[in-house]
C-alpha cells in the first residue's frame, strides 16, 4: 500500500506544504512573505499573521498539483520546532487539527532533523544519489551553525556548533550595515561573484574543538567599515563587490576549516551541506574544491532545498511513518531544541 505524506513547515517566514508518495516529491508549494523586507529581518507578529493567511491555499495547492485527495493521505508530518512560536503554532495547529479530522497519524518533525534528510529527497523513483551513512554534514542557516555526525536517519550527533551567532546572521548583519536590504545573503552572493576576495582581511575566532564563532567577525566588519567611512563616506558604494566577495571568503573559510578538521578526526569522507547558506556560490565551490583536492564525496542540496521547505520535512515524515513514530495531539510547539 503506498504512504503519501502531507509535509507542512512554519517555523519562520515561508509557509510551505507539500505531498511525498513513498518517498518521492509529488508536489511543494512555497510562500514566501516579502512584508519583512522593509523591517531589515523577520517580524514575528507579521510572520505569525501571515501563516494564517497562507496556510490553506498553500496546503489546498500543494495536494492539487499532487494530484492528491486528503482522503488519501497517509499521514501528516509537521515542524514542531525550533523556530518562532507564534510561526510554529500556525504549522501545528493546522496539522493537528487537518490529521484529527482524516483519522490519519500525525508526525512531529524536527526542524534540523529536515535540513540534513533533504538529501534523501527523490524528485523521481529512480533519483537515487543519497549520502551512505556514516556521513557528515554541515548545517548552515540564519540560525545554526553546527557539523553533524549523521549515523541514521534518526541518530544525528553534533560534533560541533557557533558558540554565538549563526553563519548566516553575520551575513545578515554585515549586509545590513552596509544599506544592502534583508535577508543579505543573496544579495552578498550576487555582489560577491564580481568583487576581489582578498581586497580586505577580517578577523576569524580561535574556537576550541570543532565549535564556531561568528560575533567576532561581524564586529570586525562593523569596526573596519566605521574607519574605512571617516575616509570616504560612499565607501560601500565604490567597494561593494569586493568587500562582499572579501566577506563571503571569510565565512566560507572559516566554515571548512572546521569541517576538514572534522573529516579528519572522524575519517569520514561523506560529506553534506545543508541549511540556507548552502545556496551560497562561494560555499558550493569550496565543496567542489574539497571533493577534488581531498577526495570527499560531497552532497550539496538542490537550491530549492536549502531554504526552508515542507518537502524536507515531508521526506522525514515518510521514514518516522516507516518507523510508526507517530505523535499525540497533546505535543506543543517548541521554539528551542537541538536535534
Ligand atoms: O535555512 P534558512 O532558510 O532559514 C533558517 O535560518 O532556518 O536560512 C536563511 C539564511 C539567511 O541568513 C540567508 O541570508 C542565508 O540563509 N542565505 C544565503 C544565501 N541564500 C540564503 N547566504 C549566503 N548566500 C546565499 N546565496
Sequence with gaps: MDTIILGIESSCDDTSAAVLKNGVLLSSVIASQAVHEAYGGVVPELASRAHQQNIVPVVHEALKRAGVCKEQLSAVAFTRGPGLMGSLLVGVSFAKGFARALGIPMIDVNHLQGHVLAHFI?????????????????????????IIRVNAYNRMEVLGQTIDDAAGEAIDKCSKVMGLGYPGGPVIDRLARQGNPLAYTFSKPHTPGLDYSFSGLKTSFLYSLRDWLKDDPDFVAHHQEDLAASLEKTVVDILMDKLRKAVKATGIREVAVAGGVSANTGLRNAFHEHAAKYGWNIFIPKFGYTTDNAAMIGITGHFKYQDKDFCTIDQPAYSRVSL
Excluded: A, H, I, W
Excluded at 524528485?123 to 551553525?145: A, H, I, K, T
Design 122 to 146: 527523490k524528485e523521481s523513483e529512480d533519483d537515487n544519489r543519497q549520502p551512505r551513512f556514516p556521513f557528515l554534514c554541515l548545517l548552515v542557516s540564519g540560525g545554526n551553525s553546527q
